[in-house]
């Protein structure tokens, strides 16, 4: 699956989601009622098309580009293990192949917050990766309902 392709189908699963595009990389958000200012939108998933954020992945291969998740913590430990540290260049260690297309992998900057990644998905890939991409879409779907509702004394949002 190319990555016009993936973006295609990211749009018609998510009809709601607003999709930016940036130098590039396109960020994928929630705010279908355009009330969050841009400081506060955050992204579900971004698709990487360079290397313009790090090289680990070698995205500078014809063809090859990164999809990354925000997934719930559990789910990350669940794939993965515990969160890992990031490094003194942003990088985080996990022995795994950054490089390698069509497998599910931490993120190589964002794995601490519980970002996932795979480059080049095939669509049989895509189509496994559905839960998580549907997680990551109602962690945003939370998260824009959260901002919407007055902060707790302790400035912690309340429930």
């Known amino acids: 699956m190319d990555q016009a392709e993936l973006l295609a189908h990211l749009r018609h699963l998510y009809p709601g989601a607003e999709f930016l595009e940036h130098g590039g990389t396109v960020f994928v958000m929630y705010d279908p009622d355009g009330r969050l200012p841009p400081e506060r939108k ?8 360079d290397d313009a954020h790090d090289q680990v992945s070698n995205l500078s291969r014809p063809g090859v580009y990164r999809l990354n998740m925000g997934v719930r913590p559990e789910t990350y430990r669940a794939h993965f293990g515990p969160h890992p540290r990031s490094g003194a260049d942003g990088l985080v260690d996990t022995e795994h192949d950054f490089t390698v297309l ?7 900057m964002y794995a601490p917050m519980s970002w996932v990644c795979v480059l080049s998905p095939s669509e049989a890939t895509v189509a496994t990766l559905r839960p998580l991409l549907d997680e990551a ?4 779907v939370r998260r824009h309902a959260q901002a919407g509702k007055p902060r707790g004394a302790a400035g912690t949002l309340p429930g």
Do not use: C, E, I, M
Not at 137 to 140: I, P, R
């Open 137 to 140: 879409y109602t962690v945003a």
């Open 42 to 49: 955050q992204p579900f998933v971004t698709v990487v098309p």
């Open 102 to 108: 069509d497998t599910l992998l931490p993120h190589p």
